[in-house]
Nanobody, 120 residues
């Protein structure tokens, strides 16, 4: 079984920083694109950032210049460094990964989410 587990969320003041981590574990054959999504109360889940196996990132316009996605392929882990946080960044953040397990099954997997609250 393959799984993702996020950590690093919490309460932070506007202008502050947080770093989210999401290691993949289990019977992993390969990991392809990894990503972070977020869902605020009453809103649809939205894509925040993606990163390819080779390390090429993409970002939503709302986070460009403030957030940085990275990955450590040796640790099967994706990170999200969030700087200059704003109240509108408050949401549950989910990691997502396109992975193939040992049996050859390929699918998109989700973590359980971690709450990020930006408030004074």
């Amino acid at each position: 079984q393959v799984q993702l587990v996020e950590s690093g969320g919490g309460l932070v003041q506007p202008g502050g920083s947080l770093r989210l981590s999401c290691p993949a574990s289990g019977r992993i054959g390969a990991i392809y694109t990894m990503a972070w999504y977020r869902q605020a109360p009453g809103k649809q889940r939205e894509l925040v950032a993606t990163i390819t196996t080779g390390g090429t990132p993409t970002y939503a316009d709302s986070v460009k210049g403030r957030f940085t996605i990275s990955r450590d392929n040796a640790k099967n882990t994706v990170y999200l460094q969030m700087n200059s946080l704003k109240p509108e960044d408050t949401a549950v953040y989910y990691c997502n990964a396109d992975m193939r397990d040992y049996s050859g099954r390929r699918a998109y997997y989700w973590g359980q989410g971690t709450q990020v609250t930006v408030s004074s």
